[in-house]
């Protein structure tokens, strides 16, 4: 069994232990130009795929089958010193990077068995499929016990970099069995970071050489790690927080030999240097855990993570600079998220620099979150780098390419500045057309036309981010209402870039109250700016009218053996400041009956009943003189008031008209009222 490995590099691992599903799918994996191999000769034992950034190798076992190495080919396009680089040691038979996964507290080791350090101590998994090409991916899957697991690598873009140097390795986690199991997962990174063994990692502020745990908020968005900033090697990068990505619980870093001894968990060595346990060899180590969770039968999870190249723009000098940040961000007016800008200063002259200071100058649109944009470092002896980190925000002032620069100055040595463009993408920029008729005309017949009405409204997107959970709710006044009674709020997912999307309404007036009515529509998406619109209608007023409910209605003579009772309702459509009105009602004696007459709202007030109130005076064939005043109470407005209600019994088939006669009378506020009457009829089968 071998228990080392080579001393003449340093190694870095990282260990990922992800349970927390993520929005990055291996089916999400970005395209690049991809070009496959398997090489025949027999000392590399790997399947691979490329781009003209970096390579992936996946080991095609069967022994280490599934672990996994990454190597530059063209690295960061503006140097040439790191192409053909190795960013995870093991390019020709990969088995120093290993994953773990846990299931129930047991640790598994993805692929095939091992006689090798790196996870000797624990159980592999049983190979479904060894490691395959698909498409721009290399797959594998493997099962521990009852749970599935399918491992994917390919290539997506660094947030530091806006280009596909980094390597997407992907886990899809599912339950096959019938009970619940608690399930992490680990993987190994082992990383080689430069030449200098002594290198040590930078995570936000800290420059890391000893064991070392970041937990929870003090987690950066990544780390990464280089050599020198005067004449880099290679800068590589791992990213711990960045779009549909989920942040670890904690980073444990600590020598390569206690991972591969230990395939989960161990006693932190907090601490002591990074040699690698048993050996005499440095060989740092970073651990990246999130803690096992439940995984009910049949449901999966799915895990990513970034490692590659790192994007830092560098300027060497007496006081080298690096200065690095995400390449690409997004404004949002209602979630504005601060991310990490980190200077690196080494000082690379051969004198102490005295009274050392960096200072970062924000382009228009970027601003401090916190502190202050200066930061005294004092001295700094030669060979020494140190790091500091900032928290910006964009403030939607300009968006586009802006500019960051740090600037290093000392009391000795020449001042020294580096520039880095940021790409800010404008937030979701929402136009919105709303259209409604300017007008309503009336019939001959005393109705609204066109009712219902179309409104309707395009809402298109200008920004450069697509607008997620739009909604377009539509404001409608006293007079107008949906039509159905259905709702004014519109909803869909999301607009892209370019993109545009319709809604319709159909809107009804009711005719109280009238005159210029306002629509006013709110539309919003999760990071745009919120926008209202509104056009007016012009109502017209109607005729008031008298309608005897319902205006026609066939009915039998008998209902299950027993005389049958028809309600008759009055009704005055619009209402506007009535006050009172007497009526009088005509029917066919012969074919109806009346019983009893109650009012309507016209004369009761907040639940009281208003006087006068008169049921009228019952005559052969008519009642006459049905009303009252609404004495003490304020004149009532509404699209329709019920003045009263007379129960008619069904004596014998027939038809008679339910009819208002010529001395109807009805009062408003500012008078008699001029209406029109709808007489009902009835026929009796």
């Not at 690096?322 to 200077?343: I, K, M, R």
């Not at 020294?416 to 709303?434: M, T, Y």
């Not at 006459?624 to 019920?642: D, K, M």
């Amino acid at each position: 069994m071998e228990h080392g490995k080579p001393t003449l590099r340093l190694c870095c691992v990282i260990a990922l232990m992800v349970v927390s599903t993520i929005g990055v799918t291996p089916g999400a994996i970005a395209s690049g130009q991809v070009a496959a191999e398997r090489a025949n000769a027999p000392q590399d034992n790997a399947v691979a795929i490329e781009n003209e950034f970096i390579r992936i190798r996946v080991n095609s076992g069967p022994q280490e089958a599934g672990r996994f190495a990454v190597d530059t080919t063209g690295g960061d396009p503006s140097r040439s010193a790191d192409n053909q680089r190795v960013l995870i040691y093991g390019s020709r038979e990969p088995w120093t990077s290993y994953t773990t996964i846990v299931v129930d507290g047991r640790p598994w080791i993805f692929g095939g068995e091992t006689q090798r350090r790196a996870g000797f101590s624990a159980s592999a998994t049983k190979v479904l499929v060894h490691p395959q090409i698909r498409g721009d991916r290399i797959v594998a899957v493997a099962l521990a016990g009852d749970v599935e697991i399918t491992q994917q690598l390919g290539f997506a873009r660094s947030p530091t970099t806006r280009v596909k140097d980094a390597a997407l390795i992907g886990y899809t986690i599912t339950n096959r069995g019938s009970t619940e199991h608690t399930v992490g997962l680990r993987i190994v990174l082992d990383t080689m970071l430069g030449s200098n063994d002594g290198a040590p990692l930078r995570a936000g502020g800290h420059a890391i050489s000893t064991a070392t745990q970041l937990i929870g908020g003090a987690i950066p968005e990544y780390w990464q790690a280089f050599d020198s900033l005067a004449d880099p090697a290679v800068i590589s990068q791992g990213t711990l927080r960045a779009r549909d990505l989920t942040p670890p619980d904690r980073i444990e870093m600590v020598d390569w030999g206690t991972l591969a001894d230990n395939p989960w968990t161990f006693a932190f060595p907090a601490g002591s240097d990074f040699t690698r346990r048993g050996e005499a060899a440095r060989d740092t180590a970073v651990a990246l855990y999130w803690e096992p969770s439940p995984l009910a039968p049949g449901q999966s999870r799915t895990y990513s993570t970034l490692y590659g190249v790192g994007g830092v723009s560098l300027s060497p000098a007496a006081l080298s600079l690096g200065l690095t940040a995400p390449a690409e961000v997004d404004f949002q007016y209602d979630d504005q998220q601060p991310f990490s800008v980190v200077a690196y200063i080494e000082n690379s002259g051969g004198f102490e620099s005295r009274g050392t200071r960096l200072k970062l100058t924000l382009s228009e649109g970027l601003a401090l979150a916190e502190g202050a944009s200066t930061v005294r470092l004092g001295s700094l002896q030669p060979g020494q780098t140190t790091q500091v980190v900032w928290r910006v925000l964009t403030t939607g002032k300009a968006t586009g390419t802006l500019q960051i620069t740090a600037t290093a100055t000392s009391d000795n040595l020449e001042t020294n500045r580096v520039s880095r463009d940021i790409l800010v993408n404008s937030p979701p920029q929402l136009a919105v057309d709303l259209i409604a008729p300017d007008a309503l005309s009336v019939t001959s017949e005393n109705r609204y036309t066109p009712n219902p009405f179309r409104v309707r409204t395009t809402v298109s997107n200008f920004g450069a981010q697509s607008g997620k959970n739009l909604v377009a709710m539509l404001d409608l006044p006293d007079g107008l209402v949906p039509d159905g009674g259905t709702s004014t709020t519109r909803v869909t997912d999301r607009i892209e870039p370019d993109g545009s999307v319709d809604f319709t309404w159909d809107v009804r007036a009711i005719g109280m109250p009238t005159g210029s009515l306002p629509i006013i529509l709110h539309v919003t998406a999760a990071g745009a700016k919120p926008i209202k619109r509104r056009v007016s209608v012009n109502v017209p007023d109607l005729v008031p009218e008298l309608r005897v409910h319902p205006v026609s209605q066939t009915v039998p003579a008998l209902t299950d053996g027993r005389p049958t009772l028809v309600p008759i309702s009055v009704k005055l459509v619009p209402a506007r400041n009535f006050t009172g009105a007497t009526l009088s009602l005509a029917y066919d004696p012969t074919v109806l009956e009346p019983l009893y007459i109650s009012r309507g709202e016209g004369f009761v007030d907040g639940g009281r009943l208003l006087s006068p109130w008169s049921e009228g005076r019952s005559l052969p064939g008519s009642i006459a003189n049905i009303g009252g005043q609404r004495s003490g109470a304020p004149a009532l407005s509404a699209a329709e008031a019920s003045l009263f209600t007379v129960v008619f019994m069904v004596k014998k088939p027939g038809k008679t008209e339910i009819a208002l006669d010529d001395s109807a009378a009805v009062q408003a506020a500012e008078g008699a009222v001029e209406f029109r009457t709808v007489n009902g009829r009835i026929t009796v089968e």
